[in-house]
T-cell receptor
């Protein structure tokens, strides 16, 4: 059973370009979470999605950022018109249920975005 | 304010010694989890302790939880060089999302 997969592992963009980060959850998992990690910081929650639904996007910046988790295919985190401050590691996690009690999440290896 | 703050920020020990890291949080929680992150890698789930549990063991790991003090500790016994990593506590208080602290960097020297 493959773990959470993210691609690309490294992404370099120039200011103003778009960044698309992909996440394939573990087999059988229908819940996906995106987190951002700035250098020397912990992870900050961005968005929580189930298939075709955004459940909680309270951690997403109001502009330029969007996320989706279609019925078929990976979850996509899109950042439009990137700025240098978007440079960070973006991690995706998945879980089989929303699990109020035991919401263990399985993390992918992350995508490291560098904005030049 | 930061939910899930680890202490110390960095810890340097010799192989064979024990390492203790602490985590404090501010709001009520459903559970608290500890993760490890090797440099440049993703997070690995280590252990989960529920709000009604006080202590839990897993191999060389021992986690305690004191909900009255809103604090937790992670003890790694007989440390190895391979334990060198950053350790994060994460609290779960809502239905699913985790709130992470800034982490403790552990360096274990041979």
């Amino acid at each position: 059973n493959a773990g959470v997969m993210q691609n690309p592992r490294h992404l370099v963009r120039r200011r103003g370009q778009e960044a698309r980060l992909r996440c394939s959850p573990m087999k059988g998992h229908s819940h996906v979470y995106w987190y951002r990690q700035l250098p020397e910081e912990g992870l900050k929650f961005m968005v929580y999605l189930q298939k075709e639904n955004i459940i909680d996007e309270s951690g997403m910046p109001k502009e330029r950022f969007s996320a989706e988790f279609p019925k078929e295919g990976p979850s996509i985190l899109r950042i439009q018109q990137v700025v240098r401050g978007d440079s960070a590691a973006y991690f995706c996690a998945s879980s089989p249920t929303s699990g109020i009690k035991d919401n263990e999440q399985f993390f992918g290896p992350g995508t490291r975005l560098t904005v030049l | 304010s930061q939910q899930g703050e680890e202490d110390p920020q960095a810890l340097s020990i010799q192989e064979g010694e024990n390492a203790t890291m602490n985590c404090s949080y501010k709001t009520s929680i459903n559970n608290l989890q500890w993760y490890r992150q090797n440099s440049g890698r993703g997070l690995v789930h280590l252990i989960l302790i529920r709000s009604n549990e006080r202590e839990k063991h897993s191999g060389r790991l021992r986690v305690t939880l004191d909900t009255s003090k809103k604090s937790s500790s992670l003890l790694i016994t007989a440390s190895r060089a391979a334990d060198t990593a950053s350790y994060f506590c994460a609290t779960a208080s809502g239905y699913s999302t985790l709130t992470f602290g800034k982490g403790t960097m552990l360096l274990v020297s041979p």
